[in-house]
């Protein structure tokens, strides 16, 4: 299949046809085209695109295209097998060498990449260490490098590989080859960083738009999460594949179990557990619908299930990059999907002291800090979430209200916190300058609304000017002020125990000379429960991708499909995407040679799966199937949170002649 453009110039229409006839689209999309022709044309490229957006078109089609056989550089050792079965299964000549194999298995591929049997090779970073490698690469004509996952050469990205560091090789042992560097995303930081280390410092850079607007965007406020998330799939998301993020181990594997207890199959998947288990929770997801996997960030990178329809997060992630990269794995194939997130107070506390706590230098501490205020500004942002996410990789929303977050869905209210502010930092101030003690938020808290615990008895906190000023407010709308004030960086938490200290920026709110805007909490409890507005937009998203009529043969065809792909052992998605399906349950094509025009259906998936189809239609309908029509069988310290300030007069509030009675 390599060249089809023969030893002469590779033309634009050859990308084109090979489009059309591997990988059954009419179309690029999006920047696709640009990005082929130019590493079609011998160019390197630095390529940002989020996933889904058909990052490996970018490198796959250029493989075939051109003279010889692309390599891959892939830190997936496990989805490998996969890759390779999905390529295999579109004609495509695919093969993989790592550490999985035996040494006969690798001496078979290496024989058929040296004999340029092989139109895509995989390859493992740390592979290219090897002299041996080096030396089999050597022996061959390469088409192509492609660089995939690149943000792992970022040391301060969240999936660091150093393996990755020594990858700039490559350009200097074969400066002829193009090579394509590939991320679904990364800030202009990281870009920077990955075309230094990779050294590619001429390559050509292009920047896909980062919107999903298949998938909403959701936070809600964390009440008894595993209910909140319980409630959420049962309501929306019955049946349906997807993934739960959980920041530790324990909570990942009660969260699995309570999920299973309440009728919905769910899996572990964390570092913890022995790499057999692993992959066989990798392996049932990837192969069976409708399961729910349950991971720490150890799951998730080069996952290219198509359906799945959710991804939610019971605790906060580090950075907006690795939340946008961890939801980016939902609705891959463009059909509406959900990221729902529960968040709450001691999410921000809990990751401050991570920070505070963990390992590093002071720079890696500023930064990590740095990139949990991006994160806390997304999660209580009263503006549309989407523009946000955009703003934060320098791209620009395309309207101010994108109509698929819940903030845009249910615009929050806002409320002037100033006073409720001023009685919070009064409070750590009287407890600091008066009594040489902090505490946490919940005594904070307590001491607030006057309650009269055991705790606050046995320090005399009873006896504060400050005891019961804010009677006003709920305990769970205290705690939303304060973690809103943890994320504006008007207050800090510090040590083990998560006590509560001032900022730098806390002096301008007690002076009154600062404004503090919150988002005002709600009064019932919350739920996991999309709101009407939310349900019928994504109801009538649903609706437009599939007729009703269409449904039950929708379903014959996912039938057909799973016992197809148990058969061959491979995912579902591997035969037809839930997408192609769809088209096909709504046009009811009555001929193999109808399919043609069906999006996702090349030449050899038509020739080994059409009259299989053909014939699941033809029996919907009540009609005789195609003669000769069968199965289908195929061929083959917290910098953001400042000094523990000295408290001094001037930080004390500046009431004027309005000034309260606990103020003095």
């Given at each position: 299949?390599?060249?089809?453009g023969?030893m002469?110039?590779?033309?634009?229409?050859?990308a084109?046809?090979?489009?059309?006839?591997?990988?059954?689209?009419?179309?690029?999309?999006?920047?696709?085209?640009a990005?082929?022709e130019?590493?079609?044309?011998?160019?390197?490229?630095?390529?940002?695109?989020?996933t889904?957006?058909?990052?490996?078109?970018?490198?796959?089609?250029p493989?075939?295209?051109?003279?010889g056989?692309g390599?891959?550089?892939?830190?997936?050792?496990?989805?490998?097998?996969?890759?390779?079965?999905?390529?295999?299964a579109?004609?495509?000549?695919?093969g993989?060498?790592?550490s999985?194999?035996?040494?006969?298995?690798?001496?078979?591929?290496?024989?058929?990449f040296?004999a340029?049997?092989?139109?895509?090779?995989?390859?493992?970073?740390?592979?290219?260490?090897?002299?041996?490698?080096?030396?089999?690469?050597?022996?061959?004509?390469?088409?192509?490098?492609?660089?995939?996952?690149?943000?792992?050469?970022?040391?301060w990205?969240?999936?660091?590989?150093?393996?990755?560091?020594?990858?700039?090789?490559?350009?200097?042992?074969?400066?002829?080859?193009?090579?394509i560097?590939?991320?679904?995303t990364?800030?202009?930081?990281?870009?920077?960083?990955?075309?230094?280390?990779?050294?590619?410092?001429?390559?050509?850079?292009?920047?896909a738009?980062?919107?999903?607007?298949?998938?909403?965007?959701?936070i809600?406020?964390?009440?008894?999460?595993?209910?909140?998330?319980?409630?959420f799939l049962?309501?929306?998301?019955?049946?349906d594949?997807g993934?739960?993020?959980?920041?530790?181990?324990?909570?990942v594997?009660?969260?699995?179990?309570f999920?299973?207890?309440?009728?919905?199959?769910?899996?572990?998947?964390?570092?913890?557990?022995?790499?057999?288990?692993?992959?066989?929770?990798?392996?049932?997801?990837?192969?069976?619908?409708?399961?729910?996997?349950?991971?720490t960030?150890?799951?998730?990178?080069?996952?290219?299930?198509?359906?799945?329809?959710?991804?939610?997060?019971?605790?906060l992630?580090?950075?907006?990059?690795?939340?946008?990269?961890?939801?980016?794995?939902?609705?891959?194939?463009g059909?509406?999907?959900t990221?729902w997130?529960?968040?709450?107070?001691q999410?921000?506390v809990?990751?401050?002291?991570?920070?505070?706590?963990?390992?590093g230098?002071?720079?890696?501490?500023?930064?990590?800090?740095?990139?949990?205020d991006?994160?806390?500004?997304?999660?209580?942002?009263?503006?549309?979430?989407?523009?946000q996410?955009?703003t934060y990789f320098?791209?620009?929303a395309?309207?101010?209200?994108?109509g698929?977050?819940?903030?845009?869905?249910?615009?929050p209210?806002?409320?002037?916190?100033?006073v409720?502010?001023?009685?919070?930092?009064s409070?750590?101030?009287?407890?600091?300058?008066?009594?040489?003690?902090?505490f946490?938020?919940?005594?904070?808290?307590?001491?607030?609304?006057?309650k009269?615990?055991?705790k606050?008895?046995?320090?005399?906190?009873?006896?504060?000017?400050?005891f019961?000023?804010?009677?006003e407010?709920?305990?769970?709308?205290?705690?939303?002020?304060?973690?809103?004030?943890?994320a504006?960086?008007?207050?800090?938490?510090?040590?083990?125990?998560?006590?509560?200290?001032?900022?730098e920026?806390?002096?301008?709110?007690?002076?009154?000379?600062?404004?503090?805007?919150?988002?005002?909490?709600?009064?019932?409890?919350?739920?996991?429960?999309a709101?009407?507005?939310?349900?019928?937009?994504?109801?009538?998203?649903?609706?437009?991708?599939?007729?009703?009529?269409?449904?039950?043969l929708?379903e014959?065809?996912?039938a057909w499909?799973?016992?197809?792909?148990?058969?061959?052992?491979?995912?579902?998605?591997?035969?037809?995407?839930?997408?192609?399906?769809?088209?096909?349950?709504?046009?009811?094509?009555?001929?193999?040679?109808?399919?043609?025009g069906?999006?996702g259906?090349?030449?050899?998936?038509?020739a080994?799966?059409?009259?299989?189809?053909v014939?699941?239609?033809?029996?919907?309908?009540?009609?005789?199937?195609?003669?000769?029509?069968?199965?289908?069988?195929p061929a083959?310290a917290?910098?953001?949170?400042g000094?523990?300030?000295?408290?001094t007069?001037?930080m004390?509030?500046?009431?004027?002649?309005?000034?309260?009675?606990?103020?003095s």
């Amino acid at each position: 299949m390599n060249g089809i453009g023969g030893m002469g110039e590779v033309t634009e229409s050859d990308a084109l046809r090979t489009l059309h006839r591997v990988f059954g689209y009419d179309a690029f999309r999006g920047e696709q085209e640009a990005i082929i022709e130019h590493v079609v044309g011998g160019g390197d490229a630095v390529v940002l695109m989020p996933t889904g957006g058909g990052k490996s078109l970018c490198y796959q089609i250029p493989a075939l295209v051109r003279q010889g056989t692309g390599v891959v550089i892939s830190p997936l050792i496990a989805l490998m097998q996969d890759q390779v079965d999905a390529l295999r299964a579109l004609g495509v000549r695919a093969g993989f060498i790592n550490s999985t194999q035996d040494f006969d298995e690798r001496r078979v591929m290496e024989a058929e990449f040296l004999a340029g049997e092989l139109d895509v090779l995989y390859l493992a970073p740390e592979r290219l260490r090897l002299d041996s490698t080096l030396e089999l690469l050597g022996r061959a004509k390469i088409s192509v490098f492609a660089i995939d996952e690149a943000h792992c050469v970022a040391q301060w990205g969240h999936d660091f590989r150093p393996d990755y560091l020594a990858l700039s090789l490559l350009g200097q042992r074969w400066p002829d080859v193009p090579r394509i560097a590939l991320t679904a995303t990364a800030t202009h930081a990281t870009h920077r960083e990955i075309t230094e280390r990779l050294g590619m410092p001429d390559a050509k850079h292009f920047v896909a738009s980062f919107d999903r607007p298949n998938i909403q965007y959701r936070i809600v406020p964390k009440a008894e999460p595993k209910k909140q998330l319980l409630s959420f799939l049962k309501e929306e998301h019955t049946g349906d594949a997807g993934i739960v993020y959980c920041l530790s181990r324990n909570s990942v594997e009660k969260t699995a179990e309570f999920l299973c207890k309440n009728g919905i199959e769910a899996v572990p998947y964390h570092a913890g557990l022995d790499a057999g288990t692993r992959a066989a929770h990798q392996s049932r997801f990837l192969r069976e619908e409708g399961l729910v996997v349950c991971a720490t960030i150890a799951f998730g990178m080069g996952i290219d299930k198509p359906d799945v329809r959710f991804v939610a997060h019971l605790d906060l992630p580090k950075s907006v990059e690795g939340y946008y990269q961890e939801t980016g794995r939902a609705g891959r194939d463009g059909l509406p999907s959900t990221a729902w997130m529960a968040y709450g107070l001691q999410d921000v506390v809990q990751q401050r002291k991570l920070i505070q706590g963990g390992e590093g230098d002071e720079a890696f501490r500023r930064r990590a800090a740095s990139h949990l205020d991006s994160m806390l500004a997304l999660c209580e942002t009263a503006q549309c979430r989407r523009a946000q996410l955009l703003t934060y990789f320098g791209q620009e929303a395309a309207a101010q209200s994108c109509g698929n977050c819940d903030t845009c869905l249910t615009p929050p209210e806002t409320w002037d916190g100033t006073v409720a502010a001023q009685k919070v930092l009064s409070t750590v101030v009287r407890l600091q300058r008066e009594r040489g003690q902090k505490f946490g938020t919940g005594q904070i808290i307590d001491i607030l609304l006057g309650k009269k615990t055991a705790k606050v008895i046995q320090f005399d906190h009873d006896q504060l000017s400050v005891f019961g000023i804010g009677e006003e407010l709920a305990e769970a709308e205290w705690r939303g002020v304060v973690r809103q004030l943890l994320a504006q960086g008007l207050i800090a938490v510090e040590g083990e125990y998560g006590t509560l200290v001032l900022t730098e920026t806390s002096g301008s709110v007690l002076n009154r000379e600062r404004e503090v805007r919150l988002r005002k909490e709600p009064k019932r409890a919350p739920a996991a429960r999309a709101s009407k507005s939310e349900r019928k937009a994504k109801s009538a998203a649903a609706a437009a991708e599939l007729p009703q009529e269409a449904v039950p043969l929708f379903e014959a065809l996912r039938a057909w499909r799973a016992a197809q792909a148990k058969e061959q052992g491979v995912p579902a998605y591997v035969i037809f995407h839930d997408a192609t399906l769809r088209e096909i349950a709504t046009l009811r094509p009555a001929a193999v040679a109808d399919l043609a025009g069906i999006s996702g259906v090349g030449e050899k998936k038509r020739a080994t799966y059409g009259e299989g189809v053909v014939e699941v239609v033809a029996e919907f309908l009540g009609g005789a199937p195609a003669a000769g029509a069968g199965g289908g069988a195929p061929a083959g310290a917290d910098a953001s949170a400042g000094p523990d300030l000295p408290l001094t007069d001037d930080m004390e509030p500046d009431w004027g002649d309005e000034e309260p009675d606990w103020a003095s």
